[in-house]
């Protein structure tokens, strides 16, 4: 009897479970975007819901994947470990202007379109190109930086190292899911690609000899070569990101929202600021990274 009763219990779990599974428009779940759950705050709710979404919840929630000096980086301000750099300039203005507070997430870059697609992110500013493929999953603003990429070695090499060529067959550290992972696998003849989920790893692996070069934005380059005594850019060669620069992803079809923060960009590059902020992150990043 007692063994009776609890099958009974265990189907009856089931069914619920059944049940709930097919509930038609609860929130998309956490673990839908990989291991960021931990980030979702709350109970990973946040559902984004446009222009009028944000306004209503009086909240914007950024995600960025703060390992990306000047554009994104951590950094003790006064005792505390903080989050800066232009894209979180940006961030916080176009907050003050749509007169919301202002969350970040902070997750691994490759998550970030999933992180938006499921709605737990209104906005990605992540020194993000808008490359095309990305483009069939979100929208995009205007480009609010022209940036390419450049390659970063250890000064030791800096005879060996000079052309596009010379990277040829050679270990390459890219960050994963971005777009000078897809060029040093595509492009590059022979490339021995190492793939890592942050900046500050790849740049290890390159001082310790595990990898030849290190390739991202050449404002980031600059950036780590800048803190690092034994690495440089290389001079004169600029790796096309066939993309023009870097613009903030919105959900697809948030037309309204993309149109909102473009006026708001626009303003920002026509006063100047953009530039202004970057100086200063590029300032505060090699104060110690
Ligand atoms: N611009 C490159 C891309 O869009 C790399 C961006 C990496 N950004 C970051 N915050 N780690 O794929």
Known sequence: ????????????????????????????????????????????????EGLQGI???????????????PFEFHAMIDGKDQIVGLDLEIANHIAEE???????????????????????????????NPDPDR???????????????SVLIRK??????????????????????????????EDIKDSKVKSLSKNPDIVMNLKTEKIDCAIMETPVAESFAKVNDDLMVV?????????GGVAIAVQKGNDELTEKLNEILSDLVSKGLIDKWLIEADELSSQGL
């Open 235 to 243: 001079e004169n060669l600029i790796i096309d990101n066939k993309s």
């Open 55 to 69: 306004l209503d919840k009086g909240k914007l929630v950024m995600g960025t994947s703060a390992d990306y000096p």
């Open 156 to 185: 030791t090499d800096k005879d060996n190292l000079k052309t596009l060529e010379d990277l040829e067959g050679k270990g390459i550290g890219v960050q994963i899911g971005t777009t000078q992972e897809k060029i040093a696998q």
């Open 1 to 48: 009897m007692k063994k009776r009763l609890s099958i009974l219990l265990v189907l009856v779990m089931i069914f619920s479970l059944v049940l709930t599974g097919c509930g038609g428009n609860e929130p998309k779940k956490q673990d839908e975007v990989g291991d960021t759950g931990k980030d979702a705050g709350d109970n990973g709710e946040v559902i984004s």
């Open 98 to 128: 749509l007169g919301v507070e202002l969350e970040i997430k902070d997750m691994d870059f490759d998550n970030l379109l999933g992180g938006l697609t499921s709605g737990m992110l209104d906005i990605v500013i992540a020194g993000m």
């Open 135 to 149: 483009l069939e999953e979100v929208n995009f603003t205007d480009i609010y930086y022209e940036a390419n990429l």
